[in-house]
């Protein structure tokens, strides 16, 4: 779901969104909505080039963040010959909101200036002067030479010709690139689908996901630093509030010790001054960013740093970093003793979060460590701090680390985990651990697990995820045998119905996903009768050319049920019209049921398509679907940009069951509840409540026509038990969730940023009344996971044949 860290780019699972784009776009004078070529640079490393390397710019100037896991970057010369071949640089992770990403490409003999820290690397020698850019949906190269070919090439998100380049958007290319001049849009992004008009020459600034830039901010010049202190110290550039009231201005010799030394991603150096002034608001802690420079500095070096203070946002939304730039560094001398740490623990955090501005910042009121959590952690950003013996509540990730507590008793969950349960209830002791040691890396958890004896570092900000322990010392992790559940089988007489979340898949992925997924349903969910699945691809995946089916994957899919002991389940889908559900470009994500022939029979009724609505008819046998499978009201405002719901009726034991397979709306573009505006604002609640509405609507017409209608609706719900959205979706008592039905400490089936909550339900109607339900813990919890989300499962007994 859910994330911005220095060096690297994060997809959030159920909290991360991607836009759906169309190819070459009819010309529009505005910033695009989507993700750009922002600058194109083919000198790098020539002669008389400044940077080493060649590198492509992508920009988002959309209000939510791009997705460009499976699209890649293309370049093909500018004048094509009948063997020249589009060369392929991938992809991964995604844009933020307003946010840059940086492609590097081949290196130089020449140049002296490294660029920033590469998003994502490729290989490619581009053409100083003439070459042609596309931003493509899949890795298949393309094979367009011309731009009329390449126009219609639907695979094509964005395209970029300069110099005397054949192939470009317009009437003519981009003009004027050299060794020492890239190609760029205005700040503005403005994309009217003409190269020449949409760009221009000039000198390069490359700008990675991270905000860094090339231009020597932080590198050592060679005058020499000053040798005494200067009037300013650390807590007098941090201040009492989020920002320096020494933003911007420039300060000389402000002394310390150095305690953190980051040589990877975002590089630079934290010292802390040794002198407290005794005011718990100001900091005594501070960051030194030297751009593309690795620090020339060591963990207890004493130095006196000049360079001019900035706060620097690592993304929309997010609280800001104080820091240094275009800093020089005098060491005095090393291997001096570092400042004591910070404790922190269940007595020194406090219990209030953070304090509201009425869904405004925070960044000017005064801080109030003593009160607040998040104030606390602001308070403490650049200083050293330590915890120990703390519970691991999310499990390792890709970016090598884990979430912990430092409080114990805070919503524990039954297996070790800490629940959110409220708007209001955030749980303060959650904290981010990292490595700076790259001879100790983080070590893979799992939920429950204890980070044992201490682990010191320095305390550090990101926009996903907020504040985190940036250590120097790890404590040793104690494996506290975390076991993936195995739910019960149905009884004879029990319908079983589950949801399960896969995670985009397609026919192209691994046989170990498939595998791995395939002993989820066929073991640990004990074969369900019916499974609704959330996030099945089209067979090709993110490859943008117009598939829609997904026989190809389903077919995969059951056979390695089969393979690992699983019934011979049967499907039934309604593809949806072609990049018209949202995700991934391309990868037209629909809902699906899988059923077992051998218990439960599907009521096929022709009529349902991507565009029909699904009808209750009341008949004098009872209520039937107008079509099944069906789509609840695709064409509603509701469902735009998004997952239409799959209904489908089923017979089991002579006795009709409706189910309602969903995939509601992500969370993408919500406010952060550790960012600067508080309370957070929830955008994307609006759009999950209308779909909430039209269910609702729709089951509300069943039990009408049969106020004793089986009705289940499951899947990802994007929301939690406590939400709008959930009251709208069981307003007039149409509906029960079922989490609510469980004790408190299992009310969960996602992890986020180490909170534990719900995003998957199922929810049945009154004329269910005996079931037993089970979410079934086997992803969400654990370092190796086949999805971010755990299935779940209603066993719903049925007496006797209706008609």
């Known amino acids: 779901m859910q994330i911005h860290r220095s060096g690297s780019v994060l997809l959030t699972g159920a909290v991360a969104v991607a836009l759906s784009v169309t190819a070459l776009p009819a010309a529009h004078a505005a910033p695009s909505a989507t993700a750009v070529i922002s600058e194109v640079y083919g000198g790098g490393g020539n002669s008389g080039a400044t940077l080493t390397r060649d590198f492509v710019e992508l920009a988002n100037a959309g209000s939510t963040a791009f997705e460009v896991g499976g699209l890649s970057v293309q370049y093909l010369p500018g004048s094509p010959s009948a063997g020249s071949r589009w060369q392929v640089s991938a992809l991964s992770g995604a844009i933020a909101p307003g946010g840059r990403y940086l492609v590097s490409q081949a290196a130089g003999s020449g140049g002296t200036v490294d660029l920033p820290a590469a998003d994502a690397a ?233 304090p509201s501005a009425g869904g405004g910042s925070i960044d000017t009121l005064p801080l109030e460590p003593s009160r607040y959590a998040l104030d606390l952690y602001e308070s403490l950003e650049g200083s050293r701090v330590r915890i120990a013996d703390t519970r691991v509540t999310g499990a390792t990730t890709a970016y090598d680390e884990i979430w912990v507590t430092v409080k114990p008793r805070e919503n524990p969950t039954r297996r070790g985990g800490t629940r959110y349960a409220s708007y209001e209830d955030q749980n303060t002791g959650r904290l981010k651990v990292m490595s700076l040691d790259p001879a100790r890396e983080v070590p893979e958890a799992n939920v429950g697990d204890v980070l ?28 506290r045998g975390l076991r993936r559940e195995v739910t019960r089988k149905q009884k004879k007489n029990e319908l ?68 690992a002991g699983g019934p011979r389940y049967a499907w039934r889908y309604i593809s949806p019209e072609n990049n018209e559900d949202g995700g991934q470009p391309g990868g037209n994500i629909r809902n699906v049921f899988l059923f077992n022939p051998e218990r439960v ?32 009201s695709p064409r509603s405002a509701a469902w735009d940009n998004s997952r239409k719901p799959l209904v489908g009726e089923f017979v089991f034991r002579g006795r009709p069951v409706f189910v309602i397979g969903n995939h509601f709306a992500s969370k993408g573009g919500d406010q952060s509840l550790h960012g600067r505006f508080q309370e957070p604002t929830r955008s994307s609640e609006t759009q999950r409540v209308q779909q909430a509405a039209e269910v609702n609507a729709f089951v509300a017409s069943l039990l009408k026509a049969d106020r004793s209608a089986r009705v289940v609706t499951l899947g990802d719900i994007n929301d939690f038990e406590f939400s709008p959205t959930m009251e709208r979706l069981t307003r007039g008592g149409v509906l029960k969730p079922l989490i609510t039905t469980l004790p408190a400490a299992e009310r969960y089936s996602y992890v986020y940023d180490g909170n534990s909550q719900t995003l998957d339900h199922i929810l049945t109607s009154p004329g269910i009344r005996r079931f037993d339900y089970d979410v079934v813990h086997i992803n969400a919890e654990f370092a190796d996971q086949a999805s971010d989300h755990d299935p779940q499962v209603v066993r719903v007994k049925v007496n006797g044949p209706r008609r």
């Open 601 to 632: 029979a599907f009521t096929d009724r022709a009529g349902g398509d991507a565009t029909t609505p699904v009808r209750a008819v009341d008949t004098w046998k009872g209520v039937e679907l107008s079509a099944s499978p069906g789509r609840i």
């Open 452 to 479: 044992e004896g201490r682990t010191t570092g320095v305390l550090d900000y990101a926009s996903y995820g907020g504040y985190n322990l940036q250590a120097t010392e790890l404590g040793t992790l104690a494996d």
């Open 496 to 563: 079983a119905v589950a949801t399960y979340n896969v995670e985009n898949l397609d026919a192209r992925d691994d046989q170990a996903t498939f595998d791995t997924l395939a002993e989820g349903v066929a073991v640990n969910l004990a074969s369900p009768d019916i499974l609704s699945l959330e996030e099945i691809q089209d067979d090709n995946g993110p490859v943008n050319d117009g598939t829609v089916g997904s026989e190809a994957t389903l077919r995969r899919f059951t056979d390695a049920i089969v393979a």
């Open 122 to 354: 490729g290989t490619v020698s581009m053409g100083a002067s003439s070459g042609t850019v596309a931003l493509v949906s899949g890795t298949t190269p393309l094979t367009c030479k011309s731009a009329a070919d390449c126009a219609a090439d639907a695979r094509i998100v964005d395209l970029v010709g300069y110099g005397s380049a054949v192939v470009r958007e317009g009437g003519g290319p981009v003009p004027g690139a050299s060794a020492t001049a890239s190609v760029s849009r205005s700040a503005s992004l403005t994309d009217t689908d003409d190269n020449a008009a949409d760009l221009l020459a000039g000198a390069p600034t490359p700008v990675n996901a991270a905000g860094e830039t090339s231009g020597g901010g932080g590198q050592e010049p060679e005058e020499p630093g000053p040798t005494e202190p200067g009037s300013v110290r650390v807590h007098d550039i941090q201040g009492a509030t989020r920002l320096s009231p020494l933003d911007g201005t420039t300060v000389t010799g402000v002394p310390g010790v150095v305690t953190g030394v980051r040589a990877s991603g975002s590089r630079g150096f934290w010292f802390q001054d040794t002198s407290p002034d005794g005011d718990p608001r100001t900091g005594e802690g501070l960051f030194v960013y030297t751009g593309s420079a690795v620090p020339a500095v060591a963990v207890g070096d004493a130095v006196l740093v000049s360079g001019k203070v900035a706060e620097y946002y690592p993304g929309a939304g997010a609280q800001s970093i104080t820091q240094l730039t275009g800093a020089r560094t005098t060491v005095l001398s090393s291997g001096n003793a570092l400042p004591a740490p910070v404790v922190l623990d269940a007595r020194s955090v406090p219990d209030r979060y953070v």
